[in-house]
């Protein structure tokens, strides 16, 4: 079993950024950012391939937003730039201990953070 503690997201006006933080009990194959926002589905917005640290992006945050990893402290992060409104959602990070995977599918992942609120005001 994983656990995923997350923490940061919070309110910011357009423009602003904010810095999301996710702890994993231990190391996984890959690590990812997912989003849902009020009666929508939930959305991929980032990943990390953690040992090759490979980056993968949605075409809606690509340049405003980056992802990292500690791998001392087994963290991942999503640095968040450029926010605005439309990115209001709740953000969980996932996990995933398989090598097959696709990395923007959430049934890719089989560990979930318990979600941090990220809005935006205009």
């Known amino acids: 079993q994983v656990q995923l503690v997350e923490s940061g997201g919070g309110l910011v006006q357009a423009g602003g950024s904010l810095r999301l933080s996710c702890a994993a009990s231990?190391?996984?194959?890959?690590m990812g950012w997912f989003r849902q926002a009020p009666g929508k589905e939930r959305e991929f917005v980032s990943a990390?391939?953690?040992?090759?640290?490979?980056?993968y992006y949605a075409d809606s945050v690509k340049g405003r937003f980056a992802i990292s990893r500690d791998n001392a402290k087994n963290t991942m992060y999503l640095q968040m730039n450029s926010l605005k409104p439309e990115d209001t959602a709740v953000y969980y990070c996932?996990?995933?201990?398989?090598?097959?995977?696709?990395?923007?599918?959430?049934?890719?992942?089989?560990?979930w953070g318990q979600g941090a609120q990220v809005t935006v005001s205009s």
């Open positions: 231990r190391r996984t194959y890959s």
């Open positions: 990390i391939n953690w040992s090759a640290g490979s980056t």
């Open positions: 996932a996990a995933s201990v398989s090598v097959a995977m696709i990395m923007a599918a959430p049934d890719s992942y089989q560990h």
